[in-house]
């Protein structure tokens, strides 16, 4: 077997461990049984170390063991295939990565014909543009990778981009569409992608379950999912992707369990990476942020960081709150100091404060931001200006952070055909803004009308895996 056949073997293969055990076995009678020997092994046999290397490279990545991808990128290395390790670490390091880079490494792997590293070289650009957080184009770059995948006849990477299209969607904030493709994705997948899918089931809003046997990535899925129930994060010696690592390291300060941020401070509102459904299986809740103010300050949390606040009181909202109540209230915690009635108008209302023409809405808007906090703190408004002083500790939802219309119409497609008429009764919105938010995701390709006598239904469209690729899959 020559160095090519050995990488075109290796790439289409699922189940890593096992081909490398075949061919050492073939080679020697047995084989080294932990993983972190097989790339010392492959010295004896220069002929398979690029092969055999990039076998234990794909299942290290697919584990997110950062250790045992550094061993294997080194074998492939000396093996003297420059392109694929540069491959790898693009694949691990993609958060730090150079976008220029990257398109420069797929260039060259285009021009050499190298299909498998082509199509992870474009899902290296989908995830290093998802931590940066365009999250459009790296929904885009996904999905060229999964048609790249398809095109080649590449399995297994068609799987690996299906899971990164989910974690694309997932950034996107559409965890719904996510979770869709994660469950086409898992009874297919070799063992190896589980513990990967596992992850990002855990930050798409599901309470995955631990594997008997834990990779990396399945233990730091264990440990969030524990962690957004309450308990410690039990993780920290996990040697993870750095990728991944990021990932993790974001979870954990969008729940308040970590250090501060731009949305954790209330300058943002898009709950960051797309975790706007993460930890929604251990919440109280079924709002995605809170803020949490004290006589200390106040922060931005999400709905299942209250299960690290037990003694916080949570203020409950009637079933149809008036959210710009609530939105002044959240604002105010989180702004702290003084601020200018024009200012606090602008900020609430979105545009210029007249007060021949306003005073008298902001006036009711105040009195019942102070029926809100009740004696919990106090709101004080002295000559033209506005501040929250909070007394003891509370917990209230930021409306700023909840889904849009086209994210809510998503999720109510989620559940099969329906109307426009009837998710807009559903969702207490206009049938004529229903039917335009609509029309702007046919646009997109996120769902399709169907005609059904008098009548339109609209569909979710968004077909991660082609049916061949499923067929190949089920044999």
């Known amino acids: 077997m020559d160095r090519a056949e050995a990488r075109e073997h290796a790439a289409r293969l699922g189940d890593h461990a096992g081909a490398v055990q075949a061919l ?10 932990h993983p972190e020997r097989w790339v010392r092994a492959l010295e004896a046999e220069p002929c398979l170390r690029a092969g055999v290397g990039e076998l234990v490279a794909r299942e290290a990545f697919e584990a997110h063991d950062h250790g045992s991808l550094r061993r294997a990128i ?10 694929s390790a540069a491959r790898w670490r693009a694949l691990a390091n993609a958060p730090t990565s150079d976008l220029e880079g990257l398109e420069a490494l797929e260039a060259r792997a285009r021009t050499e014909g190298r299909s498998v590293e082509l199509v992870d070289l474009v899902m290296a650009q989908a995830a290093h543009l998802a931590a940066a957080g365009d999250a459009p184009n790296a929904l885009a770059r996904a999905r060229r990778a999964l048609r790249m995948a398809g095109a ?10 299906c ?28 063992s190896g992608l589980q513990g990967s899918i596992r992850l990002e089931q855990v930050l798409a809003g599901l309470d995955a379950p631990r594997a008997a046997e834990g990779s990396p990535a399945d233990e730091a899925a264990h440990a969030l999912a524990r962690h957004a129930a309450g308990e410690p994060f039990a993780a920290g010696s996990l040697d993870l992707l750095p990728v991944s690592a990021e990932l993790v390291a974001v979870a954990r300060r969008a729940m308040g369990t970590g250090d501060g941020s731009a949305w954790a401070a209330g300058e943002t509102h898009r709950v960051p990476r797309g975790l706007i459904a993460f930890g929604a299986f251990a919440a109280t809740t079924t709002a995605p942020a809170f803020v949490v103010a004290s006589p200390e300050g106040a922060r931005r949390v999400l709905g299942a960081g209250l299960n690290h606040l037990p003694q916080v009181e949570r203020i409950d909202t009637p079933d149809a709150p008036q959210e710009r109540t609530v939105m002044a209230v959240a604002w105010l915690a989180l702004h702290r100091a003084e601020v200018a009635e024009e200012l606090f108008f602008e900020r609430l209302y979105g545009f210029p404060y007249e007060q021949a023409i306003h005073r008298s809405v902001l006036n009711k808007l105040l009195s019942r931001a102070r029926q809100l906090v009740a004696d919990r703190g106090e709101l004080v408004r002295e000559d033209g200006r506005i501040a929250l ?4 500790p509370f917990a209230l939802w930021d409306p700023r952070c909840a889904p849009g219309l086209e994210e809510r119409l998503m999720v109510a497609l989620g559940g099969g055909p329906r109307s426009a008429a009837d998710v807009a009764g559903a969702l207490g919105y206009s049938k004529r803004a229903v039917q335009l938010a609509l029309k702007s995701l046919v646009d997109e390709g996120a769902c399709r009308p169907v005609q059904e006598g008098r009548h339109v239904h609209y569909v ?3 077909t991660a895996l082609t049916s061949l690729t499923v067929s190949r899959f089920q044999r």
């Open 460 to 462: 979710l469209e968004d």
């Open 74 to 83: 080194a074998a492939v290395e000396r093996a003297g295939d420059d392109l």
């Open 389 to 392: 002083r909070v007394e003891r």
């Open 163 to 190: 899971l990164g299209l989910a974690a694309a969607r997932r950034e996107r904030g559409e965890a719904h569409l996510a979770r869709r493709a994660l469950a086409l994705v898992a009874p297919l997948a070799p």
């Open 152 to 161: 080649e006849g590449l399995p297994l990477q068609e799987l690996q981009a």
């Open 24 to 33: 050492l076995e073939r080679l020697w009678g047995q084989a080294p049984r």
